[in-house]
C-alpha cells in the first residue's frame, strides 16, 4: 500500500534554520496581535462559583468496548484545575506569554546556531580539514503509526479497520471535479494538523502533512474551502477545537491559503479595544488583539457575494494535557476574548463581535445578558436564497430564552430564536442543522433540518430528536421527524454527548436528503440496527425510509473469537463518534465521514441487505427485526424513494494518516522496537519496528507497561480503575482483567491514572496504581492460568471480584486513611485530587516517588514490603511557616536518580505567574531521609509554560522535559535548556519515555502519534 507522507518528512529534514524563521514570524505574529502584553503580564485568578460550569459538558462519553459510560466532563474538570491550581483559572495574559516565551526561547536556542567544523562555526583556512564537529542536534523520527490496523476480532463489525486520530473537520474542493482522476480533500485533526489527498477516490489515497511549519496550533476545529474561481481558491483554517471534550485544545486564530495549503498566512484577526462579558464568569476585561487566540473556531462562512465578508463562530476550548489529563483551563480571566459570532468585512484583518449567543442584540451584545451563551457558538451558515440572512447554533445561557437555533435578517445586526435547544437547564445542550433549497422545493424556500439533544436520559437530560423546517427563511415553523418515525432510527442519536458529537447534514441540490450522525446506539448493533452511527432519509424524514449507513453490504467472514460481533457477517464499518461528513457534488450518497477514528469513505451506491434480519437476534433493548428490515434496505422502497447502505465504506482512507492521540508510550526492554500506547478512543497498539502498528485492545487507551524481564507480559488501561494484564505478547484475545479491587474500592481515580510496571529486574513482577493512594500487586495481576479462565477481558465486567490482587499499600482503602495521599491523614493543606505521579528506578527494589494533582510529594523506603506496613513521606515542606519553595501547583512528572534514590527530578504544571513567590517548572528534590526534602529550582532560562513529563538519562547525566509546544534538555553540568532534537512539528506532549540502554528517548504526543530521538 502506497502512502505519501513527504510532507511531514520534509519537514524532518528542513533543520534548524527554518525554525528560526518559524520562530520569528510567530514573534511577529503574536506581537502585533495583542497589545496585552505589555500591559497585562500578570493577570489575576478568578475564582468560580462552579468548576464544572467551566469546563466541557456535563454528558458521558461512551465507551468502544460496550457503550458503559465514561465521563469526559471528569477529565475536563480534572484538567483544568490541575493546570489552574492553586486557583481555578489560569489567566489569559500567562497563556499568551506562554506562546511568547516559547518562540524567543526557540529562537535563541542553540539549535538555530550554525555548525562548523571542529573549534568553530566559520570554515576557515586553518580548520576546513579539520575533523568536522558532532551535530548539536540529533533529529525527531516519526516511528508511527503511519497505518494503524485494528484486527478483526476487535472491531464491533467482525471486519479489520484502519484507523487514525479524531477528525473535526473536512472540506472539498469543489472547483475541480471529484474524479477517480484527481479529488481533493483537506481534513482537520483534533491534535494533528491539517491533511490534503489529492486523490480521495482511490483505493489507496496518499497524504500530506501541510501545518509543519510557520503554524502555532495542530489543534484543528473549522475547515473552508471557498471557490473564487481560481485553480486553488481559498482554504481557511480555524485553530481549536470546539467539541466540549476534555481534550479539545484551544487554538491560536485563523489561518489562510491560496495555494492549496502548502502555504500560511495567518490572519491579523483584529477586534477590539471591546469590553465584554462571559455569561456565569463575569467580565472579560477590555480587550485588543485576535478574536480567536485562546479560543476554538468552530465554523467560517464567505459570503459568497463578497468574498472579503467572513462569519467566523468560536466557543470555549481548553489548554494542555499530559499522560494523565492533567492540565487546561477553557475560560481563562480577564482581559480575554469573547466567545459567540464575528464578522470582517476586510478578508479577516479585522473582525466584529456581533452576536453573544442572546437575544438583545445590538441593544446589548457584549455577553452580560443572562441569555448569552455559557459556552459559544457552533455553527454558522447563510441562507442560500438570501447571502444576508445568517443562521447560527449556540450553546444555552443562564435564562430562557436561549440556546438552540437563531436567526438574523439582515446581516448579523439583530438576531431571533427560531429554534429551541432540547433543554434549556443543561448548558451544553447543542443544536446542529443544515439549510438548503432547490428543487422539488418552490423557489425561494429554504429549508432546515437540525438536530437537538443535551447529556442525555441517564443523566438527567432528554432525548434527542431531529426536525424540519420547510419555511425557516420566513416563519421558521418546524416539524419533530422523530414523532414520524415507524421506528427507532433517530431517537436519541447523540446519545447523552450532543455536545461532542452531533452531525446534521445535507447533500447540495438534494433537499430532500438528510444525513443524521452522533455516536452508537451500542445495545442495538448488530440487532435491530448497525449502531445507527450515521442514518440517512431521502424522502426528507417523512416516515419510514430512514437507513443506518454505519456499516456495508460487504462480509469479509466474521472471525472465531470476535469480541463485539453477534452475527455470522463482517461488513466494513464506521468509527463510534461523529464529527465532520460532505458528500460528492451530484453523488448524494458517496460520502467522506470524519470521527474519533478517522475518516472513511463510501462507495456512492447502496444496497438492500434487510434479508439479514431474519437471522439475526433480538435480546430485549436491542430493537426487533421490523427495525432491522427499515434500517437495511426497507422492502419494498418505492421510487423516488432510495434506501439500503452503502455498498462498501473504505476505512482505508485512513492508512498514511499519522494522527493518533496517544497518551502514553512504553517499550520492551528486551526489544527497543517493540513499542506500545494508548489513545484517545482507539485503543492500545503495538509495533515491532514497523510504521504500521496493530491494535491490541479496544476501547479508550491510557498508560501501558511492559514486565522489565519478559515483554510477552503487559498491561494496558481504558479509563478509570479499569486495567487489563496480557501475558501471552499482546495477543488481542488473552486480556484479563484485574483491576477489580480499585473499582470496587471507596476510592476515586484520575480519567488516564497512573499506573506503572517497576523498571528493576528483581521485582519484575510488580505493578503500581494510583488512585487516592497507591495499589501494587507483585505477581502482573494475579495467577494467569486463574485470570484467563475466570476473568477474560472480552465477556467480564472490569469490576468482577477476585479478577486482581491489588492491594493498597500503608493502609486500609479510604480518603483519609494512612494509606491516602490525598487526605487529611499527611496534614490538612493541599488536600484532595489523585495520585497523579507514580515513579521507581531501575536501581532498588525498595524507594518509590508519588505526586498528587493538589501539589504533595512523597517518597516510600520500603514500597515492597508488607502492603500494611509501607510507609509514605510527605517531602513538600508544608510545615515551613509562610511562603514554601516548591509551586502549589500540579507535579506531572518524577524522574528518580539512580545513583541516589533520595534524589529525584520532579515538574510541575501551571505558570509561574499563577504562583509568583513559588517560581519554577522543573525541581531538584533531595531528602535526607527524614522531614521534608530540599526543592532547588532549576528551570532557568525555561519559558513560562506548563511541563508534562521528565525523565533522566543516567548514562550522561542529561535531563529531559516535555511541554505543550516541545521536548527540552538540559545537558549535564549546565545550568542551560535547549531544545532536545530538531524536526518534530509543534504538538502536545503529554508523556516521555526513556530506554537508556537502547539510546532512545520515546514521546507520545497528542495528534501526531510516536516520535523517537536518538539520544547523544
Known amino acids: 500500500m502506497k502512502t505519501n507522507t513527504s510532507r511531514i518528512f520534509t519537514y524532518l ?143 464491533f463489525t467482525g471486519s479489520q479497520s484502519t484507523q487514525s486520530g479524531r477528525i473535526t473537520a473536512m472540506a472539498l474542493d469543489t472547483h475541480n471535479a471529484c474524479t477517480p482522476a484527481f479529488c481533493r480533500v483537506w481534513i482537520g485533526a483534533a491534535g494533528g494538523g491539517v491533511w490534503r489527498t489529492t486523490n480521495a477516490l482511490a483505493a489507496s489515497p ?68 471591546i469590553t465584554t462579558f462571559s455569561n456565569g464568569s463575569g467580565s472579560n476585561g477590555t480587550y485588543t488583539g485576535n478574536a480567536f487566540f485562546g479560543r476554538a473556531v468552530s465554523d467560517i462562512v464567505v459570503d459568497p457575494t463578497n468574498l472579503n465578508v467572513l462569519y467566523v463562530s468560536s466557543a470555549r476550548s481548553v489548554r494542555g494535557i499530559d499522560e494523565t489529563y492533567g492540565g487546561p483551563t477553557s475560560n481563562p480571566p480577564v482581559p480575554r476574548p469573547p466567545f459567540g459570532l464575528f464578522k470582517s468585512t476586510d478578508g479577516g484583518n479585522t473582525f466584529t463581535f456581533i452576536w453573544d449567543g442572546g437575544n438583545n442584540c445590538p441593544a446589548s451584545c457584549v455577553g452580560g445578558d443572562p441569555q448569552a451563551s455559557i459556552r459559544g457558538v457552533t455553527e454558522v451558515e447563510l441562507d442560500p436564497n438570501n447571502h444576508n440572512i ?47 433549497s432547490g428543487p422539488p422545493l418552490a423557489a425561494g424556500v429554504t429549508r432546515m433540518y437540525a438536530g437537538c439533544g443535551d447529556v442525555g436520559t441517564a443523566q438527567g437530560g432528554t432525548v434527542a430528536h431531529v426536525f424540519r423546517s420547510d419555511n425557516v427563511n420566513t416563519a421558521a415553523t418546524f416539524t419533530d421527524l422523530n414523532a414520524l418515525q415507524t421506528y427507532e432510527a433517530i431517537d436519541d442519536y447523540c446519545t447523552g454527548q450532543c455536545w461532542y458529537d452531533n452531525v446534521i447534514y445535507t447533500p447540495p441540490g438534494f433537499p430532500d436528503i438528510v444525513y443524521v450522525a452522533g455516536s452508537f446506539t451500542y445495545n442495538e448493533c448488530g440487532h435491530g440496527s448497525d449502531c445507527r452511527g450515521v442514518v440517512f432519509a431521502t424522502d426528507a424524514g ?141 485503543g492500545t497498539y503495538q509495533t515491532f519496528g514497523s510504521s ?96 484467563e479462565a475466570n476473568c477474560p477481558e472480552f465477556t467480564t465486567s472490569a469490576a468482577q471480584p477476585g479478577c486482581g490482587d491489588f492491594v493498597r499499600l500503608g493502609g486500609p482503602a479510604g480518603s483519609n486513611t494512612s494509606g491516602s495521599l490525598i487526605g487529611t491523614f499527611y496534614g490538612a493543606d493541599r488536600t484532595g485530587g489523585d495520585v497523579n505521579v507514580i515513579e521507581r528506578t531501575t536501581s532498588n527494589t525498595n524507594v518509590a516517588w508519588a505526586g498528587t494533582t493538589g501539589a504533595r510529594l512523597f517518597i516510600s523506603t520500603n514500597v515492597d514490603g508488607p502492603a500494611a506496613s509501607v510507609t509514605w513521606n510527605r517531602l513538600d515542606p508544608h510545615n515551613v511557616p509562610g511562603t514554601t ?64 513529563s521528565v525523565v533522566f538519562d543516567p548514562l550522561t547525566g542529561d535531563l529531559y522535559t516535555s511541554s505543550d509546544f516541545a521536548v527540552f534538555r538540559m545537558k549535564a553540568g549546565t545550568q542551560q535548556w535547549d531544545i532536545a532534537g530538531i524536526g518534530m512539528p509543534i504538538v502536545e506532549v503529554p508523556h516521555l519515555s526513556i530506554n537508556p540502554n537502547a539510546r532512545v528517548l520515546y514521546a507520545a504526543t497528542h495528534g501526531l502519534s510516536v516520535w523517537t530521538l536518538p539520544l547523544y
Open 13 to 155: 529534514r528542513v533543520g534548524a534554520g527554518c525554525a528560526f524563521f518559524a520562530a520569528a514570524a510567530a514573534l511577529a505574529f503574536v506581537a502585533t496581535s495583542t497589545n496585552v502584553l505589555a500591559t497585562h503580564d500578570v493577570g489575576t485568578a478568578k475564582v468560580k462559583s462552579s468548576l464544572k460550569d467551566s469546563v466541557a459538558g456535563s454528558g458521558s462519553e461512551k465507551s468502544d468496548k460496550d457503550g458503559s459510560f465514561q465521563s469526559p466532563a471528569t477529565a475536563a474538570e480534572e484538567q483544568a484545575a490541575m493546570r489552574a491550581f492553586p486557583f481555578t483559572e489560569t489567566p489569559f495574559s500567562q497563556q499568551l506569554n506562554s506562546v511568547v516565551s516559547w518562540r524567543r526561547f526557540q529562537a535563541s536556542s542553540a539549535s538555530n546556531q550554525p555548525t562548523g567544523t571542529s573549534g568553530t562555526g566559520k570554515v576557515t583556512a586553518k580548520n576546513k580539514k579539520g575533523k568536522p564537529e558532532a551535530p548539536r542536534f540529533n533529529s525527531w523520527s516519526l516511528i508511527g503509526p503511519s497505518t494503524a490496523i485494528d484486527p478483526n476480532i476487535l472491531t
Open 390 to 436: 445568517v443562521y447560527a447554533a449556540a450553546f444555552p445561557g443562564a435564562a430562557t430564552p436561549s440556546g438552540g437555533i437563531y436567526r438574523s435578517l439582515d446581516a448579523g445586526s439583530t438576531w431571533t430564536q427560531i429554534k429551541t435547544p432540547s433543554t434549556n437547564a443543561i448548558n451544553v445542550a447543542r443544536c446542529a442543522f443544515d439549510v438548503t
Open 692 to 787: 504500521t502498528w496493530n491494535q491490541e485492545i479496544y476501547g479508550d487507551g491510557g498508560q501501558t507497561g511492559f514486565n522489565r524481564n519478559n515483554s510477552f507480559l503487559r498491561f494496558n488501561t481504558f479509563t478509570g480503575q479499569a486495567h487489563d494484564a496480557n501475558f501471552q505478547n499482546g495477543d488481542p484475545t488473552k486480556w484479563v482483567i484485574i483491576g477489580s479491587p480499585m473499582e470496587n474500592s471507596p476510592e476515586g481515580a484520575l480519567f488516564y491514572p497512573p499506573i506503572i510496571a517497576d523498571p528493576n529486574p528483581g521485582a519484575a513482577g510488580t505493578i503500581f496504581e494510583g488512585s487516592f493512594g497507591v495499589w501494587r500487586t507483585q505477581d502482573w495481576g494475579g495467577n494467569q492460568a486463574f485470570l
Open 206 to 273: 496518499s497524504w500530506q502533512f501541510l501545518t509543519g511549519l510557520n503554524v502555532m496550533s495542530n489543534a484543528i476545529g473549522a475547515l473552508t474551502f471557498v471557490d473564487n474561481a481560481t485553480a486553488n481558491g481559498i482554504l481557511y483554517v480555524g485553530t481549536g477545537e470546539p467539541n466540549a471534550s476534555a481534550d479539545s485544545e484551544a487554538g491560536l486564530g485563523i489561518m489562510k491559503s491560496t495555494d492549496g495549503g502548502n502555504t500560511w498566512q495567518i490572519l491579523n484577526a483584529q477586534i477590539g479595544p
Open 542 to 682: 417523512n416516515g419510514v425510509f430512514w437507513s443506518d449507513a454505519t456499516w456495508d453490504a460487504q462480509n469479509n467472514g466474521t472471525p472465531a473469537g470476535t469480541c463485539c460481533q453477534p452475527n455470522a457477517i463482517a461488513p466494513n464499518g464506521i468509527h463510534p463518534d461523529q464529527h465532520a461528513l460532505l458528500t460528492v457534488p451530484g453523488s448524494p450518497f458517496l460520502f467522506f465521514e470524519g470521527s474519533d477514528g478517522g475518516i472513511v469513505r463510501s462507495s456512492g451506491t447502496l444496497s438492500d441487505i434487510s434479508g439479514q434480519c431474519g437471522s439475526r437476534t433480538y435480546p430485549a433493548g436491542t430493537g426487533n427485526a421490523s427495525q432491522c428490515a427499515l434500517l437495511l434496505g426497507s422492502p419494498p422502497c418505492p421510487a423516488p424513494t432510495v434506501c439500503g447502505v452503502p455498498t462498501t465504506i473504505f476505512t482505508g482512507m485512513n492508512a498514511g494518516l499519522s494522527t493518533l492521540q496517544f497518551n502514553s508510550v512504553s517499550f520492551s526492554y528486551q526489544n527497543q522496537f517493540n513499542v506500545q500506547g494508548g489513545t484517545q478512543d482507539n
Open 885 to 948: 519553595p516548591d509551586p502549589s501547583r500540579v507535579v506531572t512528572g518524577v524522574a528518580v536518580d539512580p545513583v541516589n534514590t533520595f534524589h529525584a527530578w520532579v515538574t510541575y504544571s501551571g505558570y509561574s505567574a499563577s504562583t509568583p513567590s513559588q517560581p519554577g517548572h522543573v525541581f531538584s528534590v533531595s531528602w535526607s531521609g527524614a522531614g521534608t526534602a530540599t526543592f532547588t529550582n532549576i528551570s532557568f532560562n525555561l519559558p513560562d509554560i506548563p511541563l508534562t
